[in-house]
């Protein structure tokens, strides 16, 4: 089909578009929408930048002939660095879809998705995610509201102690869920080119890590070469260990010894964390519901038990 028939196709697609409508671009993921259309160029504004930026025709035909000459669909990557609204506009037409997770864009034979943003539909109703991270980034946030920590010296050790717990276990959480985020992320990542999102952007880069092959075998490749073996040898600490316990020569003549104090969590009282918790979740609950002010009271009530089962006690008091 001839381009031309295509891009009047699309012009009748981006007329009937809501003047709301949204679109995100497949790999910097900004966001624009359309605000004028004509016969050479569609005109769009960045929504964060504001900035207009008008997409020629010309352009969108040498991406149509790509992506007609490649069965597979055209990669995403091999667009310039400021084309990417361009296969967003396209993707509007019927024919041309945009495969995130391979990125490319292709032509189909039947109905297609498209990059608009339902911006119309009815939002979901709030649901908790079941993440640990997630129950304790909600108990850390009350513990702020509650407490002036911009001065940690002014507040009681109970309330310290209650916030390095969190702290600790929001750090721990959140780098596990950190992590199989970024597994996700690699698969939709394409040749170090940054992504963004509202908050910032990732890229996909390479670390390159390195390990010692068999000894015998370091020593003969450098020998080889002409290296003497005394040159890259030296003292093994796992054998000055062994040999320190069966003498009595004192660590400090063969170590130099720095030793440092710090803070380490030794235990999580689970139980009134929960209990917590569960205040704190009907708390959300009651600013939408219609009993709130009666509710609310209640999780006064609670807060106060809670307040008085989560004051200090030394580790002696504990296990009298």
Not at 212 to 230: C, H, S, Y
């Amino acid at each position: 089909m001839a381009f031309n028939v295509n891009w009047h196709t699309l012009l009748d697609e981006l007329d009937d578009l809501p003047e709301d409508a949204t679109l995100i671009t497949p790999l910097s993921h900004d966001r624009f929408r359309i605000d004028d259309v004509q016969e050479q160029c569609v005109i769009i504004t960045g929504e964060n930048t504001a900035e207009k930026r008008s997409l020629q025709r010309d352009q969108f035909e040498t991406l149509y002939r790509r992506i007609t000459d490649e069965p597979g669909g055209f990669e995403l990557d091999r667009l310039p660095a400021d084309a990417d609204p361009y296969p967003t506009v396209l993707s509007l037409h019927p024919k041309f879809e945009i495969d995130e997770d391979a990125g490319v864009i292709t032509e189909m034979d039947g109905p297609t998705s498209t990059q608009i943003l339902d911006t119309d539909a009815e939002p979901e109703e709030r649901s908790e995610p079941d993440l640990d991270v997630y129950a304790d980034a909600l108990l850390l946030v009350d513990a702020l509201e509650r407490h002036d920590v911009t001065t940690l010296s002014e507040m009681e050790t109970d309330a310290l102690v209650n916030l390095y717990t969190l702290l600790s276990d929001v750090q721990r959480n959140a780098n596990d869920l950190r992590q199989d985020v970024a597994e996700v992320l690699l698969t939709r990542l394409h040749h170090d080119r940054p992504v963004s999102g509202p908050f910032g952007s990732v890229q996909r880069t390479t670390r390159r890590n390195r390990s010692l092959k068999g000894e015998d075998e370091v020593l003969a490749k450098l020998e080889a070469e002409g290296i003497d073996r005394e040159r890259v040898t030296g003292i093994d600490r796992s054998k000055v260990d062994d040999a320190l316990e069966v003498t009595d020569l004192p660590e400090a003549d063969v170590y130099d010894i720095e030793e440092s104090e710090y803070v380490r969590k030794v235990d999580v009282d689970e139980e009134v964390k929960e209990t917590r918790l569960q205040g704190l979740k009907e708390q959300l609950a009651a600013t939408e519901g219609e009993d709130a002010e009666e509710l609310r009271q209640e999780i006064e009530d609670l807060e106060g038990r809670i307040d008085e089962l989560t004051s200090f006690r030394t580790g002696t008091e504990v296990h009298e």
